[in-house]
């Protein structure tokens, strides 16, 4: 891996217009970089009962879910968190999805990291 060259943060906050899904896309990470995420977290604060999912949008404009699930009655607000590393490489960006929130739903999504040089490849 490169030297660090700085850090890559995102932090999105939406309340719901309607019951649309509401998809958080992160920035993509310049040209010879890789961003190293340690924290990737989306949710909805208002309601416990909708779908979550954490991801990446590639550089093709495809999603790939790392993580997803739904919420119960019994939760106390509807979150979904990865802390471990998640690699992005140029041109990728973290997703954060609420599916069917409900009108008025207060909806956060996060993910920070370190933005490093990249490295030469050991093939």
Do not use: W
Request: with cysteine; glycine share 10%.
């Amino acid at each position: 891996m490169g030297k660090l060259v700085g850090n890559y943060r995102v932090h999105k906050k939406v309340t719901a217009p309607d019951i649309n899904t509401i998809t958080f896309v992160g920035y993509p990470v310049p040209k010879g970089k890789v961003a190293i995420l340690t924290f990737m977290s989306v949710m909805d604060y208002t309601n416990n009962t909708n779908e979550l999912i954490l991801g990446i949008r590639g550089a093709d404009g495809n999603d790939h879910y790392l993580d997803f699930g739904l919420g119960t009655a019994t939760d106390v607000e509807q979150s979904r968190k990865i802390e471990t590393e998640v690699i992005l490489l140029e041109d990728e960006k973290p997703i954060g999805v609420i599916l069917s929130p409900s009108s008025s739903d207060v909806c956060y999504f996060s993910a920070h990291g370190g933005l490093y040089e990249r490295g030469e490849s050991v093939v």
